[in-house]
């Protein structure tokens, strides 16, 4: 059964916790912008400011993160996102760190970052989602990092991977030399070449010509 624009709003993070009440003051005095999406449109790309707090109502998406020194691209897979990077409104760098692009049909919801500011943060509880939004990432990409002692190759290829994710799970398509992901991990190519064949071997990832899949990068670490 369809959902409502009101049943989907309620389902929202930034939403949560408010009445019906206040959903529906929401939907009465704040803007929101809704565009729908056909495949391989994009939504953001990398480096553009952050000036919306966009919300994927539905379809899939993936991330694409190209490194600035061009060593390396990341491809990642991440049909479950719910808001594309809404820490990065704020802070030093306000910008999107990948580019997002339709796989499927698709709808997003915007809304202006002035307006969050403006008549979002007044609510308290609207405030509080937007801190745990926030301090969630930011918790949960460091616990997973210090899981991992940089102690074997294996293990600080495993940490290369989380730090450049901007999903801690889902397939991930690298496009790198070893030779490059060896400099980064400061490990000697031999080495990296057997701890990747030993991932294959165990069926984590595919090795290709010019870099490798991970197939489900919580199989990593779980």
Known sequence: MELTMFERLLQLPLFQGLTNQEVSDVM????????????????????????????????????????????????????????????????????YSRTYRFLTEGTTLSIEKMVVLRQLMVNDIIKINLMNITSNKYQQTQRLLCQFPDDTTRNKIIK???????????????????????????????????????????????????????????????
């Not at 919300?55 to 490194?67: H, L, N, T």
């Open 28 to 95: 009465a005095h704040v803007r929101l912008d809704f565009c729908k999406y056909h495949p391989d449109d994009e939504v953001v790309v990398q480096d553009d400011p952050c000036r919306k707090l966009i919300y994927i109502i539905s379809g899939e998406v993936e991330a694409q993160f190209s490194d600035p020194d061009g060593r390396f691209f990341l491809r990642e897979y991440i049909p479950d996102v719910k808001a594309i990077e809404p820490y990065n409104m704020f802070g030093m760098y306000q910008k």
């Open 160 to 222: 290369f991977m989380l730090a450049h994710s901007i999903s801690p799970k889902g397939r991930k398509d690298f496009r790198m030399k070893m030779r490059v992901l060896s400099d980064i991990v400061h490990e000697t190519r031999l080495n990296v070449s057997s701890a990747l064949n030993e991932m294959q071997d165990e069926k984590l990832i595919t090795l290709q010509r010019g870099g490798f899949t991970v197939h489900e990068l919580q199989n990593m670490y779980r």
